[in-house]
């Protein structure tokens, strides 16, 4: 028997087509007023989910090519841009697959890859100050995009959990453009402010908390030179294994005695941790080679060459990832993992990455 198909849905009543007469109406002004400003770029970037569960990863890609980010590798042929199976450094793409992406793997997701993501959760916040998040973001011509994860069911449509872009506002009549990536689906279509506000409000299953809103800007560093291996099936046992990893480690006499004992008992799910991007730009490779430089130059990284007899940037990273009870009570050690000790390059890479870990982590752990 054939499974049924479906060409579209129609939007609910309180919900107005974009491209409809009143819809265009609506567009004119709203330019005329200022609050289009930041549809254009997104225009431009507009993309339509390739997966039924891609919604957060289709929307992430219109943002960060909407703020002229380059993601440093290769998407199609000889040209560098962001398609959703670059992605792929906060959840496995396989799992997304079925079951999409949470708010904070939508944000570590956007700072993985050279964006800053502002979130804010619906529950914590009122009503205008999502206006008024709103308000900046369309207003502004380049450099800011507002995301928001909410659920349809709110809005009267069919589906649950969902992500989308605004990309402009009526302020007369308190409307935002929503650029709907289920183009397949729904229309880009003006939605009440109050409606999308209500739609974010209740609980997320998968974390049981609200959903919200995220303002993405083009961060100051690229995209990150390393990432988690994305092999899903390892985090449970990655989380424990951090867990028991200080047990010998802490009764190390001194910083070398305990980086042997730690990279000697390392397991292999620790080991695979940690793999490095491939930077296909001259300039990104200018700036890994800025990130490996700095990081051989901290303490740490010399005290890994000293007890390695060779630079190992990846077990330096390592190092820095591990919670800080693996190596407590060892003298000196701590100084060479606090931020102060870092510089800035080789801090930024680490706080995402330990990003990355603290979000795959939890999702192994629900």
Same mark, same amino acid.
């Given at each position: 028997?054939?499974?049924?198909?479906?060409? *579209?849905?129609?939007?609910?009543?309180?919900?107005?087509?974009?491209?409809?007469?009143?819809?265009?109406?609506?567009?004119?002004?709203?330019?005329?007023?200022?609050?289009?400003?930041?549809?254009?770029?997104?225009?431009?970037?507009?993309?339509?989910?390739?997966?039924?569960?891609?919604?957060?990863?289709?929307?992430?890609?219109?943002?960060?090519?909407?703020?002229?980010?380059?993601?440093?590798?290769?998407?199609?042929?000889?040209?560098?841009?962001?398609?959703?199976?670059?992605?792929?450094?906060?959840?496995?793409?396989?799992?997304?697959?079925?079951?999409?992406?949470?708010?904070?793997?939508?944000?570590?997701?956007?700072?993985?890859?050279?964006?800053?993501?502002?979130?804010?959760?619906?529950?914590?916040?009122?009503?205008?100050?999502?206006?008024?998040?709103?308000?900046?973001?369309?207003?502004?011509?380049?450099?800011?995009?507002?995301?928001?994860?909410?659920?349809?069911?709110?809005?009267?449509?069919?589906?649950?959990?969902?992500?989308?872009?605004?990309?402009?506002?009526?302020?007369?009549?308190?409307?935002?453009? $929503?650029?709907?990536?289920?183009?397949?689906?729904?229309?880009?279509?003006?939605?009440?402010?109050?409606?999308?506000?209500?739609?974010?409000?209740?609980?997320?299953?998968?974390?049981?908390?609200?959903?919200?809103?995220?303002?993405? *800007?083009?961060?100051?560093?690229?995209?990150?030179?390393?990432?988690?291996?994305?092999?899903?099936?390892?985090?449970?046992?990655?989380?424990?294994?951090?867990?028991?990893?200080?047990?010998?480690?802490?009764?190390?006499?001194?910083?070398?005695?305990?980086?042997?004992?730690?990279?000697?008992?390392?397991?292999?799910?620790?080991?695979?941790?940690?793999?490095?991007?491939?930077?296909?730009?001259?300039?990104? *490779?200018?700036?890994?080679?800025?990130?490996?430089?700095?990081?051989?130059?901290?303490?740490?990284?010399?005290?890994?060459? *000293?007890?390695?007899?060779?630079?190992?940037?990846?077990?330096?990273? $390592?190092?820095?990832?591990?919670?800080?009870?693996?190596?407590?009570?060892?003298?000196?050690?701590?100084?060479?993992?606090?931020?102060?000790?870092?510089?800035?390059?080789?801090?930024?890479?680490?706080?995402?990455?330990?990003?990355?870990?603290?979000?795959?982590?939890?999702?192994?752990?629900?």
């Amino acid at each position: 028997m054939t499974a049924p198909s479906f060409y *579209r849905r129609p939007l609910p009543d309180s919900q107005i087509p974009f491209a409809c007469a009143e819809g265009r109406l609506l567009f004119r002004e709203a330019l005329a007023a200022g609050t289009m400003e930041g549809y254009f770029a997104q225009a431009e970037q507009f993309h339509t989910q390739q997966e039924p569960a891609f919604c957060g990863l289709a929307t992430l890609v219109v943002a960060l090519n909407a703020l002229a980010i380059d993601p440093g590798r290769m998407w199609k042929g000889p040209w560098r841009w962001y398609g959703e199976e670059l992605l792929d450094c906060c959840a496995p793409l396989d799992e997304v697959k079925v079951k999409g992406i949470t708010f904070d793997q939508f944000a570590c997701l956007a700072r993985c890859n050279g964006a800053t993501a502002s979130e804010t959760r619906a529950s914590e916040a009122s009503i205008d100050a999502f206006r008024a998040a709103i308000e900046s973001s369309v207003r502004a011509a380049e450099g800011e995009v507002l995301a928001i994860a909410y659920t349809r069911r709110v809005l009267g449509q069919t589906g649950d959990g969902h992500f989308s872009t605004i990309a402009g506002f009526h302020r007369a009549r308190d409307l935002a453009l $929503v650029l709907d990536v289920a183009r397949f689906k729904y229309p880009p279509h003006w939605a009440p402010v109050s409606m999308l506000f209500e739609a974010m409000q209740p609980h997320d299953p998968a974390t049981g908390r609200s959903r919200g809103w995220i303002t993405l *800007r083009r961060g100051e560093h690229p995209p990150l030179a390393y990432r988690l291996s994305p092999q899903s099936s390892t985090w449970p046992q990655i989380a424990r294994a951090f867990d028991g990893l200080g047990d010998q480690v802490r009764i190390a006499p001194s910083v070398d005695d305990a980086l042997r004992v730690f990279f000697a008992t390392l397991p292999p799910e620790l080991r695979k941790l940690i793999e490095p991007h491939d930077a296909e730009s001259p300039e990104h *490779r200018g700036m890994v080679c800025a990130l490996v430089d700095a990081l051989r130059t901290t303490q740490l990284g010399v005290a890994v060459r *000293r007890v390695l007899g060779r630079d190992d940037d990846v077990m330096t990273i $390592v190092a820095l990832l591990a919670p800080d009870r693996t190596f407590e009570g060892v003298p000196g050690f701590a100084q060479l993992r606090v931020d102060a000790a870092l510089p800035a390059v080789v801090l930024a890479e680490v706080v995402r990455i330990r990003e990355q870990l603290a979000t795959m982590t939890c999702a192994a752990r629900r």
